[in-house]
């Protein structure tokens, strides 16, 4: 069969006098002890053909569209967290990760991760901010780790840190500062 692949479009309605409707997808719990709750599994097309590319997995909000100036729409947030972890054993029972890993490849370079604040065409960019959080009463915070890759052949990555250029005012400041 030749042809494109065909589409699923799952839409729900909208509101006029209330919130639209939700969208929720969720997998079986299991109460089997030592088993796995359901997997939720979303995955872009492979691309099989020569000079093609696999398709985009593109999560975004919604958008805030109201452009009244006295108080317009707000984009939606997105939100990715690990799973909570509320079993009281302190050294097994330990909350999800968050992984955020670029594609790799055969001979090529891999992917990039890029992590980037909102653009605001009449004042300031969003904040981005990355920390541990507070420890708990009897461990310690987690650490903070900033670190290049090993290469074999060449110069490995260089590690950056700076501030951007200022009209009309100071450049941003870098601060190191150890804790107390």
């Known amino acids: 069969v030749e042809g494109a692949g065909g589409d699923i479009s799952l839409a729900v309605g909208g509101g ?10 969720s997998a079986g719990p299991t109460t089997d002890q030592g088993r796995l709750g359901g997997n939720v599994v979303m995955s872009a097309g492979e691309a099989l053909a020569e ?13 805030g ?45 891999g992917g990039s991760v890029m992590l980037r604040s909102g653009y605001s065409n009449l004042t300031s960019s969003g904040d ?19 670190v290049t890759g090993d290469s074999t052949a060449g110069d490995s990555g260089s590690l950056s ?6 009209v009309e005012g100071a450049g941003g400041d870098i601060s190191l500062a150890v804790g107390t």
Not at 67 to 92: F, H
Not at 128 to 146: I, L, M, P, Q, R
Not at 161 to 166: D, F, K, S
């Open 16 to 25: 006029n006098t209330g919130n639209g409707g939700d969208v929720v997808a």
């Open 51 to 63: 000079q093609s590319t696999g398709g985009k997995l593109m999560i975004s909000a919604g958008l």
């Open 65 to 109: 569209s109201s452009k009244d100036s006295e108080d317009g729409g707000n984009g939606g947030d997105v939100i990715m967290s690990g799973g909570a972890a509320l079993g009281m054993n302190n050294y097994t029972d330990v909350g999800g990760d968050v992984l955020v890993i670029a594609g790799s490849a055969a001979a090529s370079y």
């Open 128 to 146: 981005v901010t990355v920390s541990t959080a507070d420890a708990g009463f009897y461990g310690v915070s987690g650490n903070f780790n900033g």
């Open 161 to 166: 840190l700076r501030t951007g250029a200022a």
